[in-house]
């Protein structure tokens, strides 16, 4: 049984920092790609970072890119996702998702194979 459950969100102000965690069972961790994807209020569920198989290749939507950092241990079949300098548009559901490497296009968000059920995270004014 696939199985990826986040964990982590929450409530934080303005400019404050979140972990957040993904645990993988049931597939070949090592075998799949892994991304963070967030959805917020009223928009769609989007593709905000992303790293291959191996952890050595990352990288993000332009939204975050040098707030969030993405990392995987492959040992502990986990992907985590920190977050810093956190914006009220940061505000949503945070998924973490598996995709296997190559299949189609990436950043449509739509060649993700596994889904967690996701994580909230509010970030105040």
């Known amino acids: 049984q696939v199985q990826l459950v986040e964990s982590g969100g929450g409530l934080v102000q303005t400019g404050g920092s979140l972990r957040l965690s993904c645990v993988a069972s049931?597939?070949?961790?090592?075998?799949?790609?892994m991304g963070w994807f967030r959805q917020g209020p009223g928009k769609e569920r989007e593709l905000i970072a992303y790293?291959?198989?191996?952890?050595?290749?990352?990288d993000y939507a332009e939204s975050v890119r040098g707030r969030f950092t993405l990392s995987r241990d492959n040992t502990k079949n986990t992907v985590e996702l920190r977050a810093n300098n956190l914006k009220p548009e940061d505000t949503g559901v945070y998924y973490c998702?598996?995709?296997?490497?190559?299949?189609?296009?990436?950043?449509?968000?739509?060649?993700?194979?596994?889904w967690g059920q996701g994580t909230r995270v509010t970030v105040s004014s």
């Open positions: 998702a598996a995709r296997i490497p190559g299949n189609g296009d990436l950043w449509s968000g739509n060649t993700f194979s596994f």
């Open positions: 790293t291959d198989i191996m952890g050595h290749v990352t």
């Open positions: 049931g597939f070949i961790f090592g075998d799949y790609g």
